[in-house]
């Protein structure tokens, strides 16, 4: 069986979305989904940066809400819609995100890793004057802070991010360079019962493999990892399921049996 559900997408309630929730949806359903997840962005506390609006990732989670209500209604018995937020973690945002979780009934809580130290790695600027492997170094450094400050969510997402922004990306880039960092997040994340994401979006933005690459992915379930779920990161509807097939592919070839959705925080596992 083929992955039907993608549990990455952003709508025009991203600050980086523009899409309406309603055609994402109908997207969704041309593309095979059976269940979707948005995961919107929220992001507090995001630096400014030049020719951006202040707090460009805020989330209006009420007026998100109840959009989404409406468009569930408008596709019930063809997809199931789930309620998620993707959370830009840093270190001193922990007990506000604690906060707002419990502020309401999410479905799904990806946990990212956006902001390092003050700085997007998204911006040439976070790699200038220094090498690339520092950089990213210091990257999952913060991504293992970030999980040791705040655990109340499902899966971590795009686990190498860094990776799609960096001068050379993923071409000097192997689980093996980083692996005593990487082991030191990935233990965290089986021993505080967390999952890890398959993010198809490195593929679409030219990465030989999905965010974390299969080697991280193979590290996790070795580790005792089990719940894995799958995302395009899509923005626009175009992209919603990319390359999923090849997703499913990765994840029984790392030893995954089974990809997981979530209603209400609990997981469900489906079949590959």
Aim: charged share 25%; with cysteine; proline share 5%.
């Amino acid at each position: 069986m083929a992955v039907r559900s993608d549990y990455h997408m952003h709508s025009w309630h991203s600050g980086d979305g523009n899409t309406p929730v309603t055609q994402m949806a109908c997207q969704a359903l041309r593309a095979g989904m059976e269940q979707i997840c948005f995961t919107e962005h929220q992001d507090f506390d995001y630096p400014q940066i030049p020719d951006m609006p202040p707090e460009p990732f805020l989330l209006d989670t009420g007026a998100y809400f109840q959009d989404l209500r409406r468009c569930r209604k408008q596709y019930e018995d063809r997809i199931r819609i789930c309620f998620g937020v993707e959370l830009g973690l840093q270190p001193h945002l922990a007990e506000r995100h604690r906060q707002y979780v419990r502020s309401y009934a999410f479905d799904f809580v990806i946990a990212s890793s956006h902001i390092c130290h003050g700085r997007d790695p998204y911006y040439a600027s976070f790699y200038e004057g220094r090498e690339e492997e520092e950089a990213y170094l210091e990257y999952f450094e913060s991504v293992l802070e970030n999980i040791r400050c705040f655990q109340d969510f499902d899966v971590y997402g795009h686990l190498d991010y860094v990776v799609r922004c960096g001068p050379c990306r993923d071409r000097e880039y192997s689980y093996k360079k980083y692996r005593d960092i990487l082991d030191q997040i990935l233990l965290l994340l089986v021993q505080s019962g967390k999952g890890l994401e398959l993010n198809t979006g490195g593929l679409k933005y030219g990465l030989q493999e999905p965010n974390p690459c299969s080697a991280v992915l193979r590290r996790y379930r070795a580790l005792g990892g089990e719940t894995v779920t799958v995302g395009s990161d899509a923005h626009a509807p175009e992209f919603i399921g990319y390359a999923f097939d090849r997703a499913a592919e990765i994840l029984k070839d790392c030893g995954f049996s089974y990809y997981a959705t979530f209603q209400e925080r609990v997981p469900k596992y489906h079949k590959l």
